[in-house]
């Protein structure tokens, strides 16, 4: 996303998501469309869970339908002094071929950093489970083998949420 300095419809940006919705929604019906947004909500709640059993995590959003759309996002506890950082483990995400971002919030907000994963369709439970098995292994690792310095955000090369991506620098 990036700023939009009116409310009008321009068409500036591609709308193929919003087409792939509509015929998704055509043709499984309404019944069938609620019934493929239940199951990712499902799975958001499953990864919700397990993330938050995992121990240096807090859940910012557990991917509730009463609250938002199925995705999970979560910070390191406040106080938490596990050696690492958010940064740190979206790197070793990525080297399992998971892109889980880390990023820093707006203005006001800029020291707090927080991960999140958007359940999309076709995201099974199988999927939820691998991601799961992949986050416990890697906080695994970084208790056993913390970095001598962490990664920042430009480091890492993830988004912004200052409308300017961050690089990386490497």
């Given at each position: 996303?990036?700023?939009?300095p009116?409310?009008?419809l321009n068409?500036?940006?591609?709308?193929?998501?919003?087409?792939?919705?509509?015929?998704?929604?055509v043709?499984?019906?309404?019944?069938?469309?609620a019934?493929?947004?239940?199951?990712?909500?499902e799975?958001?709640?499953h990864?919700?869970?397990?993330?938050?059993?995992?121990?240096?995590?807090?859940?910012?959003?557990?991917g509730?339908p009463?609250?938002?759309?199925?995705?999970?996002?979560?910070?390191?506890r406040?106080g938490?002094d596990?050696?690492?950082?958010?940064?740190?483990?979206?790197?070793?995400?990525?080297?399992?071929?998971?892109?889980?971002?880390?990023?820093?919030l707006?203005?006001?907000q800029?020291?707090?950093?927080?991960?999140?994963?958007?359940?999309?369709?076709?995201?099974?439970?199988?999927?939820?489970?691998?991601?799961l098995?992949?986050l416990?292994?890697?906080v695994?690792?970084?208790?056993?083998?913390?970095?001598?310095?962490?990664?920042?955000?430009?480091?890492?090369?993830t988004?912004?949420?200052?409308?300017?991506?961050?690089?990386?620098?490497?």
């Amino acid at each position: 996303g990036g700023n939009s300095p009116t409310f009008n419809l321009n068409y500036s940006r591609p709308a193929a998501q919003v087409i792939a919705q509509y015929y998704a929604f055509v043709r499984l019906g309404r019944e069938g469309y609620a019934q493929v947004q239940s199951r990712l909500y499902e799975s958001a709640a499953h990864i919700a869970a397990g993330i938050a059993e995992l121990g240096p995590f807090e859940l910012i959003h557990d991917g509730s339908p009463d609250t938002g759309i199925a995705a999970v996002s979560w910070r390191l506890r406040e106080g938490a002094d596990v050696g690492w950082n958010l940064y740190d483990l979206a790197d070793r995400m990525r080297t399992r071929g998971w892109l889980v971002p880390a990023y820093a919030l707006p203005p006001d907000q800029q020291d707090l950093s927080i991960q999140r994963v958007l359940i999309r369709h076709g995201f099974s439970r199988d999927l939820a489970d691998q991601l799961l098995d992949d986050l416990r292994r890697n906080v695994r690792a970084l208790e056993e083998h913390p970095p001598s310095r962490s990664m920042t955000e430009a480091e890492a090369g993830t988004a912004s949420h200052t409308g300017k991506a961050a690089r990386s620098h490497g």
